[in-house]
Structure formats: structure tokens, C-alpha cells
């Protein structure tokens, strides 16, 4: 992608940012706050905010771009996503995050004919400071993420874990959820808005939609002071790298911690590497 598709800008224009600002809030109300009628009107007035922007130049293209961002919020606000490793859970879970990933880029692709959602994988030729990064992240997650699930107890927010079986599943779900996070936030969320914002204001805007998913999905107590900052250095490191399997690896270096954090926590007897808050 060249510099100039990078930057089409919505012309300067602050109110233009207000519709994606709207998608935002409505995911909060819905995903956070469990308020469905209040996420319906941000959602609508989003919505109708894009076109009115498109109608009056403020924008170019802002309503379609807008409506596939709003389709996959509205299709994860139709079923509870917190943790559960029953079948019943894992198909719903697999039957929701597929259709917010597949909806939007239908809609882009086939109804509004628009460029089309991509997933650049890039490959695996890193530079150095890119496996440096993975070392801060494997370092950062070993000593942050134990002190914030144990010392919260925000780890009881996914189900009990005893079982092979019980094991097999949460490693399976962590991972998946993980590499659906970077598919539907960063290629879709974040690509969708860099279509029309500068990196900064896309970064902020996708950032509000992943921090409360991943509030609805577990990470509550005082988590939005590790999601925030993690969503935006992941739609930072895609705008420069432009590198899909850099991003999946940085994520599930992060849920290996949280893997193994879950398992602690629901099974304290259990021999650990971790550092825990109880020595």
C-alpha cells in the first residue's frame, strides 16, 4: 500500500472523526456497561452521523466503511462472550467471531464494492529490532501479567480448569480469540478507519472497540491499563510493518502467559514457572 492510500484523509475535518467516535461509545455500552438500548442509539446516530458527513463533503466513502465497522459490532453484541469452554460456549464463541469477521467484508467487498479488507501476512523475515520486540513481550507479559490476574482475581473470569480435556480447550480458545483479535481490530477495525483518519485517530478509534471486548471477555479490575496500551502498539506495529504474522506471533506470545497464568490461577498446586504475587 502506498503512501497516498495510507493518507486519505477525511479532509481535515474533526466532525468527521465524531461517527467513529459514536461506534465506539457503543460498543463500551454494550460490551461493558450491558446497556443494549443506549449502544443501539450511539450505534444508529454513528451511523447516520457518516452519511450526513458524506452527504455534506465532509467525507468520502465514510458511511460504508462505517456501516461494515457497525455490522461487526452488532453481531458481537448479540451473544454473551465471556469465557466458556463448554461445546455449547465454543461453537457460539466460533459462531459469533466468525460472522463479525465474515459480515464486515461482505459488505465491503460484494454490497458496497469498495477496495476489499485484506490480511497481508508478510511472512516471517523480521528485522532485528522485530525479535527484540518479542523478547521485551515475552518479558513484559512474564512479570505484568501474573501480578494482574492473581492479585486481582480477575483470572476467575474464565471458567475452572482441572482436566486435560478442560486444558486442551483453554488453550485452543486462548489462541484462537487471540488470532481472531488481530483478523477482525487490526485488518478490519483499524484498516477500515485508516481509510479515512490519520494513524493516531484510527489507532484511538479501534482501540475503544478491542478494550471493550476484551473487558466483556475477561480483562475487567483495573485490565483497560494493559489493553489500551496493547491495542495501540498492535495497530502501531501493523501500520509499520504491514506484517499479519508479526502481530498474530506478538499476541499469542502474550496468551502463552495468560495460558499459563489461568492454569495457576484455577490450580495453585500445580508446579509453575511463573512468578506469582505469593512469592
Same mark, same amino acid.
Given at each position: 500500500?502506498?503512501?497516498?492510500?495510507?493518507?486519505?484523509?477525511?479532509?481535515?475535518?474533526?466532525?468527521?472523526? +465524531?461517527?467513529?467516535?459514536?461506534?465506539?461509545?457503543?460498543?463500551?455500552?454494550?460490551?461493558?456497561?450491558?446497556?443494549?438500548?443506549?449502544?443501539?442509539?450511539?450505534?444508529?446516530?454513528?451511523?447516520?452521523?457518516?452519511?450526513?458527513?458524506?452527504?455534506?463533503?465532509?467525507?468520502?466513502?465514510?458511511?460504508?466503511?462505517?456501516?461494515?465497522?457497525?455490522?461487526?459490532?452488532? #453481531?458481537?453484541?448479540?451473544?454473551?462472550?465471556?469465557?466458556?469452554?463448554?461445546?455449547?460456549?465454543?461453537?457460539?464463541?466460533?459462531?459469533?467471531?466468525?460472522?463479525?469477521? $465474515?459480515?464486515?467484508?461482505?459488505?465491503?467487498?460484494?454490497?458496497?464494492?469498495?477496495?476489499?479488507?485484506?490480511?497481508?501476512?508478510?511472512?516471517?523475515?523480521?528485522?532485528?529490532?522485530?525479535?527484540?520486540?518479542?523478547?521485551?513481550?515475552?518479558?513484559?507479559?512474564?512479570? $505484568?501479567?501474573?501480578?494482574?490476574?492473581?492479585?486481582?482475581?480477575?483470572?476467575?473470569?474464565?471458567?475452572?480448569?482441572?482436566?486435560?480435556?478442560?486444558?486442551?480447550?483453554?488453550?485452543?480458545?486462548?489462541?484462537?480469540?487471540? $488470532?481472531?483479535?488481530?483478523?477482525?481490530? $487490526?485488518?478490519?477495525?483499524?484498516?477500515?478507519?485508516?481509510?479515512?483518519?490519520?494513524?493516531?485517530?484510527?489507532?484511538? +478509534?479501534?482501540?475503544?472497540?478491542? #478494550?471493550?471486548?476484551?473487558?466483556?471477555?475477561?480483562?475487567?479490575?483495573?485490565?483497560?491499563?494493559?489493553?489500551?496500551?496493547?491495542?495501540?502498539?498492535?495497530?502501531?506495529?501493523?501500520?509499520?510493518?504491514?506484517? +499479519?504474522?508479526?502481530?498474530?506471533?506478538?499476541?499469542?506470545?502474550?496468551?502463552?502467559?495468560?495460558?499459563?497464568?489461568?492454569?495457576?490461577?484455577?490450580?495453585?498446586?500445580?508446579?509453575?514457572?511463573?512468578?506469582?504475587?505469593?512469592?
Amino acid at each position: 500500500m502506498d503512501r497516498r492510500s495510507d493518507d486519505r484523509y477525511v479532509k481535515d475535518s474533526t466532525w468527521a472523526t +465524531l461517527p467513529a467516535v459514536l461506534l465506539g461509545l457503543s460498543a463500551m455500552f454494550f460490551l461493558v456497561f450491558r446497556e443494549p438500548l443506549a449502544g443501539t442509539f450511539m450505534l444508529a446516530s454513528g451511523v447516520f452521523g457518516a452519511w450526513l458527513c458524506d452527504f455534506t463533503t465532509l467525507s468520502d466513502g465514510l458511511l460504508p466503511d462505517l456501516t461494515a465497522v457497525a455490522s461487526g459490532i452488532i #453481531v458481537l453484541s448479540l451473544s454473551d462472550l465471556a469465557a466458556d469452554l463448554s461445546d455449547a460456549g465454543m461453537v457460539r464463541f466460533t459462531v459469533v467471531l466468525s460472522a463479525a469477521l $465474515i459480515v464486515p467484508y461482505v459488505l465491503v467487498r460484494w454490497v458496497f464494492r469498495r477496495d476489499p479488507i485484506v490480511f497481508p501476512w508478510g511472512g516471517w523475515r523480521w528485522n532485528r529490532a522485530q525479535w527484540t520486540y518479542l523478547g521485551v513481550v515475552v518479558v513484559a507479559g512474564y512479570l $505484568i501479567l501474573p501480578w494482574y490476574f492473581l492479585s486481582t482475581g480477575v483470572y476467575q473470569n474464565w471458567p475452572a480448569i482441572h482436566t486435560t480435556d478442560e486444558v486442551a480447550r483453554l488453550f485452543i480458545g486462548v489462541n484462537a480469540v487471540g $488470532i481472531w483479535d488481530e483478523l477482525f481490530f $487490526i485488518c478490519t477495525v483499524f484498516a477500515l478507519y485508516r481509510r479515512h483518519f490519520k494513524l493516531w485517530q484510527a489507532n484511538l +478509534l479501534q482501540a475503544m472497540i478491542f #478494550v471493550s471486548f476484551l473487558w466483556e471477555l475477561g480483562y475487567q479490575s483495573w485490565g483497560p491499563l494493559l489493553t489500551i496500551p496493547f491495542a495501540l502498539v498492535q495497530g502501531a506495529i501493523f501500520q509499520l510493518t504491514k506484517n +499479519l504474522a508479526y502481530v498474530i506471533t506478538v499476541h499469542l506470545l502474550f496468551d502463552v502467559v495468560v495460558f499459563l497464568v489461568l492454569l495457576h490461577g484455577h490450580n495453585p498446586e500445580w508446579p509453575t514457572i511463573l512468578l506469582t504475587p505469593a512469592g
